[in-house]
T-cell receptor
Framework: QKEVEQNSGPLSVPEGAIASLNCTYSDRGSQSFFWYRQYSGKSPELIMFIYSNGDKEDGRFTAQLNKASQYVSLLIRDSQPSDSATYLC???????????FGDGTTLTVKP | GAVVSQHPSWVICKSGTSVKIECRSLDFQATTMFWYRQFPKQSLMLMATSNEGSKATYEQGVEKDKFLINHASLTLSTLTVTSAHPEDSSFYICSSYRLGGGGDTQYFGPGTRLTVL
């Protein structure tokens, strides 16, 4: 079992729809959770981080964390073609500072 | 977000030569920086943790004598790929690690694309 698993994708949604990206992790002691967006050929850029159970909203993005289920998700509302990218879930476990990344989910938003 | 720079952004070299990549944390002093490698259509693979003033900690399977890391100051870490070979061609990305009031965050540099001929 991988330490961080994401939907294999690719995920395709129409413009204006909600895109839902999911991630599960194995280290129950994990404390910090991050979503990064990576465009092809570019470095990852941080979209959101979440530390506490529940929802965290930032503009069109909502991160959801459920530590009991070891599950974190990212919702993108009103998806735009510019949201088309690979989304990486990263988890900082009990080894402070070191992030473990999922393989990423590629999202395509069709106009 | 914080700014991290990398230099060069891309490099092409001959097999057997050494290549140095610089990573600078421009907004804050980073006692810890990370080096990743990413092959096409794959996720980030952590190579090593760079600690200011001490030896880097390498991940299993990463040759420390081949990938030399120096973190001489709180804003600069360097990765030297020694005796590079075509299989070392990859996208190398560094990040600076920041402990903030709300928790810890990594900020990534723009990456360096290495091509070894």
């Amino acid at each position: 079992q991988k330490e961080v698993e994401q939907n294999s994708g690719p995920l395709s949604v129409p413009e204006g729809a909600i895109a839902s990206l999911n991630c599960t992790y194995s280290d129950r002691g994990s404390q910090s959770f991050f979503w990064y967006r990576q465009y092809s050929g570019k470095s990852p850029e941080l979209i959101m981080f979440i530390y506490s159970n529940g929802d965290k909203e930032d503009g069109r993005f909502t991160a959801q964390l459920n530590k009991a289920s070891q599950y974190v998700s990212l919702l993108i509302r009103d998806s735009q073609p510019s949201d088309s990218a690979t989304y990486l879930c990263a988890v900082v476990g009990t080894n402070a500072g070191k992030s473990t990344f999922g393989d990423g989910t590629t999202l395509t938003v069709k106009p | 977000g914080a700014v991290v720079s990398q230099h060069p952004s891309w490099v092409i070299c001959k097999s057997g030569t050494s290549v140095k990549i610089e990573c600078r944390s421009l907004d804050f002093q980073a006692t810890t920086m990370f080096w990743y490698r990413q092959f096409p259509k794959q996720s980030l693979m952590l190579m090593a943790t760079s600690n200011e003033g001490s030896k880097a900690t390498y991940e299993q399977g990463v040759e420390k004598d081949k990938f030399l890391i120096n973190h001489a100051s709180l804003t600069l870490s360097t990765l030297t790929v020694t005796s590079a070979h075509p299989e070392d061609s990859s996208f190398y990305i560094c990040s600076s690690y920041r402990l903030g009031g709300g928790g810890d965050t990594q900020y990534f540099g723009p990456g360096t694309r290495l091509t070894v001929l």
